[in-house]
């Protein structure tokens, strides 16, 4: 492609009104400008511009020529104009990739955002499956635990505290558990993506609990049930069909409405990582990225802790 620093020069000259008026513009000297505008009229073999002493007037061809450039030059300062808005502003499709479980999260997170920029559009991904974030065109991806080996860029956005329950149902059939051993001897809904399944044989989970006086656990359970569906295995559990583990924050309105019960309140699990997970260093992002982040930090910031029993 031909440079076009020259149609660009054009533009200014016949807008400016004089060659010395676009040298100031454009932070040139005026024969350069007269140079560049030369050259131009030699390369197409016809005269743009009638010189005078006084003023410049276009000839036919100029008359034919400047339209191009002033649509050129337009173009130029709208793409501009639409990177900055990018940098500065959060606008345009914000696709934002989120577990099932965490779903719940994104509106409460980014409903303010969403309001104070009326050019912001959201497009939710929701997935249990690891999304590639190129393929799937996903600005931000959150993600939870341990993340694998990438180039992408993960900010941590909280910790999660995890907790075992039970429906009131089920703990009136099979009792209260009062230590962590104590759970072999129960019925186990596991998570999917954290049970170890061996051939013809039930998923087994790895529980490494800590008590509030230091004292440390480990209980291998096996999973009656396993689900790769956070949301399914909280409805099979508020259905008493055993203990499972979940995210505080996922389940305090059920247990608040009394569907399901703290189980060990006085023993902890290491809190799970929250990640905000984007394809870009944080210098380079769009607007619309650096706010959504900032939004589910100040969400996450919120969430209530459970207390030991």
């Known amino acids: 492609m031909d440079d076009l620093k020259p149609l660009a020069v054009f533009a200014q000259v016949v807008e400016a009104g004089s060659m010395s008026a676009a040298a100031r513009r454009l932070g040139m000297s005026p024969s350069a400008v007269s140079q560049i505008v030369r050259a131009l009229e030699l390369q197409g073999g016809v005269t743009l511009l009638h010189r005078s002493t006084r003023k410049l007037a276009l000839t036919e061809a100029g008359e034919r020529y400047y339209p191009h450039c002033k649509r050129m030059v337009e173009a130029a300062r709208a793409a501009s104009e639409s990177l900055q808005l990018a940098r500065d502003a959060p606008s345009g499709e914000l696709r934002v990739s989120s577990p099932v479980g965490f779903a719940v999260h994104i509106a409460p997170a980014l409903a303010p955002l969403l309001a104070e920029a009326p050019q912001l559009r959201l497009r939710l991904l929701v997935d249990d499956a690891m999304i590639d974030l190129i393929d ?108 499972a583990c979940f995210i505080h924050a996922e389940v305090q309105p059920t247990l608040e409405r009394g569907a399901l019960v703290h189980v060990l309140p006085e023993w902890r699990f290491t809190p799970l990582p929250v990640w905000a997970v984007t394809p870009n260093l944080e210098a380079s992002e769009a607007a619309k990225v650096r706010a959504a982040v900032d939004y589910l930090k100040r969400h996450f910031a919120k969430q209530p802790v459970p207390t030991l029993g």
């Open 136 to 243: 799937a065109r996903v600005d931000l991806a959150v993600r939870v635990g341990r993340l694998p080996d990438s180039s992408w860029v993960a900010r941590r956005l909280c910790d999660f505290e995890l907790i075992l329950c039970a429906a009131p149902d089920y703990l009136a059939r099979h009792g209260i558990p009062a230590s962590p051993q104590q759970l072999t001897m129960h019925q186990w809904l596991a998570f999917g993506r954290e049970t170890t399944p061996a051939k013809s044989q039930p998923a087994t989970t790895l529980l490494d609990m800590r008590s509030s006086d230091g004292a440390q656990e480990r209980v291998q359970v096996e999973a009656r049930i396993a689900s790769n569906n956070q949301v399914s295995l909280q409805q099979l559990c508020e259905h008493g069909l055993g203990i």
